[in-house]
Nanobody, 127 residues
Framework: QVQLVESGGGLVQAGGSLRLSCAASGRAFTGTHAAWFRQAPGKEREFVAYIKWSGISTSYGDSVKGRFTISRDNVKNIIYLQMNSLKPEDTAVYYC????????????????????WGQGTQVTVSA
């Protein structure tokens, strides 16, 4: 089992920055791949960013490319999402997710790729 706990959300003005953290626990976390998704009110959950266990391979949703950066610390078992140049349309609940193992051929942007999810952290960007 893997437990994921997000933190770092809050209220920020447009153009500002936030860094989200996702603390993972559980021996099954070793070797897994991780992602951030978000869900705005009345909208479907949206893929934001993905990172492999190695930290070398990443991918991003089109709406955040060039503004957000995903990274990880495999010693501390933390996944980060650095969000810069925030826009009001980035307002959403942000969720951290992890795969069940090291299998990496499922699409990074698909929710079914991930077996474990955090409870989410709210990010609100004011105009």
């Amino acid at each position: 089992q893997v437990q994921l706990v997000e933190s770092g959300g809050g209220l920020v003005q447009a153009g500002g920055s936030l860094r989200l953290s996702c603390a993972a626990s559980g021996r099954a976390f070793t070797g897994t791949h991780a992602a951030w998704f978000r869900q705005a009110p009345g909208k479907e959950r949206e893929f934001v960013a993905y990172i492999k266990w190695s930290g070398i391979s990443t991918s991003y949703g089109d709406s955040v490319k060039g503004r957000f950066t995903i990274s990880r610390d495999n010693v501390k078992n933390i996944i980060y999402l650095q969000m810069n140049s925030l826009k009001p349309e980035d307002t959403a609940v942000y969720y951290c997710a992890s795969t069940r193992g090291s299998y990496s051929y499922d699409p990074p942007s698909a929710e079914y790729t991930y077996a474990y999810w955090g409870q989410g952290t709210q990010v609100t960007v004011s105009a």
